[in-house]
């Protein structure tokens, strides 16, 4: 079991399909021996399941089946939000009811590119660097600053991700910082209220998409701390 794909380097954020992959970590279940050679409703089970849409929720849900099969006492008020793989999965699951950001939501929703003519377009650009300039705040006695990096041309993208309307948008945001050429990709939402627009980070900082070149000086914050000395 992984925690991510590959994450770093130009092809990640070159093809999408790389993109993909690294919100689409490995997983591989073997059951028992007995259990494989059984006709029973465990095996068909799984096996209905492997292409369904799962989370760490549905893992979570597994392993609660699995310690009361043996006998454990789990708590009444324990929540569940995810289903466990020996059980029926139904079909058509979406991200939103998984409880999946979209962020780290692998269906293929539509997106329609921000230009850098919508007044928009600055307007969350300057939320991001509000918002890692607030991140670092507390650093900048060891860390430089990041600054916005002209010789990337910021992509910005509306995902049409289910809950979306005319006052609530989402938008994908990929770009770069100085001083070491940081690329990153962000999520923000966007509301529009009557006479203003609130945008909000979904992370605080987003993923980092190449490796930082430099030496890291603060484990709190080590991708984006680039060292002053």
Not at 163 to 168: I, Q
Request: glycine share 4%; aromatic share 12%; net charge positive.
């Amino acid at each position: 079991m992984g925690d991510h794909g590959p994450n770093v380097g130009e092809h990640r954020f070159s093809h999408e399909t790389i993109a993909l992959e690294e919100r689409n970590p490995m997983f591989y279940l073997s059951l028992p021996k007995d259990l494989r050679k059984a006709d029973n409703s465990i095996v068909k089970n799984l096996k209905a399941n492997k292409n369904k849409l799962i989370a760490h929720y549905d893992l979570y849900a597994t392993m609660i089946d699995i310690a009361e099969s043996v006998g454990a006492e789990i708590p009444i008020d324990t929540t569940f939000h995810g289903k466990s793989f020996f059980k029926p999965i139904p079909d058509g699951r979406t991200c939103g009811e998984m409880g999946i950001s979209p962020m780290y939501c692998n269906c293929r929703y539509k997106k329609a590119n921000l230009t850098s003519e919508n007044p928009l377009y600055q307007k969350i650009l300057d939320s991001i660097f509000s918002k890692m300039n607030e991140t670092i705040a507390p650093f900048t006695d060891i860390c430089v600053v990041p600054l916005y990096s002209s010789k990337f041309q910021p992509v910005m993208k509306e995902i049409f991700y289910p809950g979306t309307t005319k006052t609530l948008k989402i938008y994908q945001v990929i770009f770069e910082t100085l001083p070491d050429n940081g690329r990153w990709e962000t999520y923000v939402s966007v509301k529009f209220h009557h006479d203003w627009i609130e945008i909000q980070n979904f992370l605080n900082l987003g993923n980092r998409l190449n490796p930082p070149w430099a030496k890291r000086c603060s484990n709190t914050i080590r991708d984006f701390c680039f060292c002053k000395s």
